[in-house]
């Protein structure tokens, strides 16, 4: 990481926009388009386009258009989708901050965006480049691989539930490890959850070719479902067979239909003479995210491990998530400044159809359609706590195979650190992603 002031002639190996922001103000004014603007050096330019976007942020939330617009105009010369860092990322926070201006006007947002069709060989595209780019996913499935072979020692049938079943890798390193079981495989079945069938088709072959190869009774089960839509009796869990859940980045996008049940009770709520707290109301009203965390805990796994980013971006206020999600996607940015080359087309990709379509969601959107509700650990462990279920620490050989990966990566940004039990990934000092493990409390 180079330092802001560096000397005169000295390179940094990445300009990190994460060392600006100790240094910013939540009020900057910047006024006029300066041409001087576009001369500065890359580190200036970093905290003049923070200074830019703090400042339009407060404009768009504020509803001042007028100066909004002038703000976008600026960012607009100084960002850029292939520049450094914090160029890359200005550029899409200003799309975002510009589409939440065009939703006020809806027939001409959606007269933009009609033509917006994402093909499913595009997402399955993007979240291979994620998987490939960064190490979060592979350690997500080395940890859970190995909290399910602890879990499920000595069982003869294992029913693995996985919430987001888009990627074969992960149970194809399992069924290895099951096969070099010393009693011998189990007899294993997954149920894998997707909104898209060509996604599980994809699944079903690649996984049962692997169990033929190694010779283990397998069985893939599909259930074409989003999660908020999901029939707990599609899952077709049996009594004498060992369950274990898989929730890789989805519980998040729950907490948004809350927020919209929220909404539409809010006015009753209001005049309740004892004045409730909406939360609490929210809390006695049973939430979807609750409602869901119970029925997967009605059906008694022996062990459900549950990955998801650890930011904070789920801030009532716009100001919040935009200071919030600035940080964390300055880390992830960073994160391939450091190992990808400006130019790759992978990461460009990435960029924009990962993360650009994250931050606009999180800065454009509200109610049900914000469905970016990324939480910190301490508020997903209080919540699996109170819907009953216990943590598992996660083990010590499946902390010592994750560290071992992360070292193999090459690159000295990644860190993890053990919190509860759980690990949380770093990049430097930027915690961004969670792993943890659970139980049914009886």
């Known amino acids: 990481m180079g330092s802001m002031f560096q000397e005169e002639g000295s390179s940094s190996v990445t300009s990190s926009p994460l060392q600006?922001?100790?240094?910013?103000s939540l009020s900057p004014s910047?006024?006029?388009?300066?041409?001087?603007?576009r001369e500065l050096k890359s580190e200036e330019r970093g905290?003049?386009?923070i200074h830019l976007l703090l400042t339009c942020a407060n404009h768009v939330a504020a509803g001042s258009l007028e100066n909004a617009n002038v703000m976008?105009?600026?960012?607009?010369?100084l960002a850029s989708p292939d520049g450094d860092t914090m160029q890359r990322i200005a550029a899409y926070f200003n799309e975002a901050l510009a589409d939440r201006i065009l939703k006020t006007w809806p027939g001409l947002h959606r007269a933009l965006n009609s033509t917006r069709i994402v093909m499913v060989s595009e997402e399955i595209l993007v979240q291979k480049l994620f998987l490939e780019l960064f190490p979060f996913l592979k350690v997500s499935y080395i940890l859970t691989n190995q909290a399910i072979v602890e879990?499920?020692?000595?069982?003869?049938?294992?029913?693995?539930?996985?919430?987001?079943?888009?990627?074969?890798?992960?149970?194809?390193?399992?069924?290895?490890?099951?096969?070099?079981?010393?009693?011998?495989?189990?007899h294993l079945r997954i149920t894998g959850v997707h909104?898209?069938?060509e996604i599980l088709?994809?699944?079903?072959?690649?996984?049962?070719?692997?169990?033929?190869?190694?010779?283990?009774?397998?069985?893939?089960?599909?259930?074409?479902?989003?999660?908020?839509?999901?029939d707990f009796d599609k899952l077709r869990v049996k009594t004498g067979e060992a369950l274990a859940i898989s929730s890789i980045l989805q519980l998040h996008s729950l907490l948004g239909l809350d927020d919209e049940a929220l909404r539409r009770r809010s006015p009753l709520l209001s005049k309740n003479s004892n004045g409730i707290h909406l939360q609490k109301a929210l809390l006695m009203n049973q939430s979807t995210l609750e409602s869901f965390l119970n029925a997967l805990w009605g059906l008694s796994p022996k062990v459900m491990i549950v990955t998801e980013q650890d930011s904070n971006h789920n801030g009532s206020t716009l100001m919040e998530r935009v200071l919030e999600a600035l940080y964390s996607y300055a880390a992830l940015f960073d994160c391939l400044e450091s190992t990808v080359s400006r130019t790759s087309v992978e990461r460009l990709k990435v960029e924009k159809m990962l993360f650009g379509e994250e931050i606009k969601n999180i800065i454009a959107c509200e109610g049900a359609e914000r469905r970016e509700r990324h939480e910190k650990l301490d508020k997903w462990i209080q919540r699996l706590d109170l819907s009953g279920f216990g943590n598992v620490p996660l083990s010590y050989y499946g902390m010592l195979q994750a560290r071992r990966f992360l070292q193999s990566c090459g690159c000295e940004g990644y860190k993890m650190r053990e919190e509860n039990g759980c690990l949380v990934i770093c990049w430097q000092d930027r915690p961004l992603f969670s792993i943890s493990a659970w139980r049914s409390r009886k």
Do not use: C
């Open 47 to 49: 905290l003049a386009l």
């Open 30 to 37: 910047i006024g006029s388009p300066y041409t001087w603007l």
């Open 195 to 197: 909104h898209q069938k």
């Open 201 to 230: 088709e994809q699944m079903a072959h690649k996984l049962t070719e692997e169990a033929e190869k190694l010779d283990i009774p397998f069985q893939f089960h599909p259930v074409i479902s989003k999660l908020e839509n999901l």
């Open 72 to 77: 976008l105009d600026q960012i607009s010369q």
């Open 151 to 186: 879990a499920m020692e000595g069982e003869k049938m294992v029913h693995i539930i996985d919430l987001n079943a888009a990627e074969p890798a992960q149970w194809i390193a399992l069924l290895q490890v099951f096969s070099a079981r010393p009693e011998g495989p189990p």
């Open 20 to 24: 600006f922001f100790s240094m910013m």
